[in-house]
DNA sequence: AACACAATGATATATTATTGCATTTTTGTC
DNA sequence: GACAAAAATGCAATAATATATCATTGTGTT
């Protein structure tokens, strides 16, 4: 419906989740492809319980329980991000195979854009050393304007 | 009761907050004072239904959305920040002016250490620009771990 | 005192997330 | 295939976080 994504975008990040799983030697379940093509199909952002509307919009019986689950399980296989500034969840778009993750969250228009920019995270890393912190695995959260809502 | 913070430091804390106020035309009433205080004696996130508890122990009638429009307050003058992580409240301890920060928080402790280092965000400011994107104003939420939680 | 405006009180409700237990589905083993 | 074990899902209740709305109180100005 909301479908931001082509069509053929949103099958290949089913193909590589299909993958992925097979990798690590977990399940990739019907509810779970469901609820990930949501997220690929969006292409933004999006709630937890819009996601419940929308399954139930398609006909299936599943409550708040279930979705988050679903996330958790999404989540921690690395096929999707949870955005803290937003409560909201959305699908990873980087080809990252670790945990590291840049994403940029525009203050304005709330679009998200992961920023696959290895040079910043390692600097950062590197300064954060000296403070005895370590990002490994680490998530960045930045909220800021986009190019669109600078003007 | 949970003062981490040395008596003093929350003294000079509230002074800062004054004159920041003073500054800014805004009141510190006694209910942002009280506030704010709690969240400077804490020296660590502390979540709005627990302020909530803090208050109602010593007396105060309150309820969930006074506790909130006060955070507002005392977001809206930098005089504490919102750990998006955590859903949990932090009182400043950096001297910036401006609305940027760089925050880092321990997943494995939840300890939050502000990062006064204004040459790594100018630097991830200027690297972002390349992607259109402006840090002006951002705010930055970094998870890792520290040195404590590293061994 | 009268007024305007900011701050707080009070109630209700919205939004986001988890817990615990029952049931179903899948997987591996015989 | 039959079975037990494990994983996934269903279901109900409830916890945790946050906001909206309207009434009341406090503060500063004239």
Redesign the interface.
Known sequence: MSAKTPAKAIAQGMIAAECLCARHGVRLTNLRRAILEILLAAGAPVKAYDILEMMRDRGQRITPATVYRTLEFLLQNGLIHRV??LNAYISCTCRHDDNTLLM?I??ECQAI?E?D?H??YD??QK??EK?????????????????EC?R
Chains 1, 2 share one sequence.
């Open positions: 803290n500034a940029f525009c203050s854009k920023i920019d040079d910043l600097y950062m300064r954060l403070s005895g912190l370590s990002l490994r695995d680490g998530c960045i959260e930045m909220q800021g304007t986009c190019r600078m």
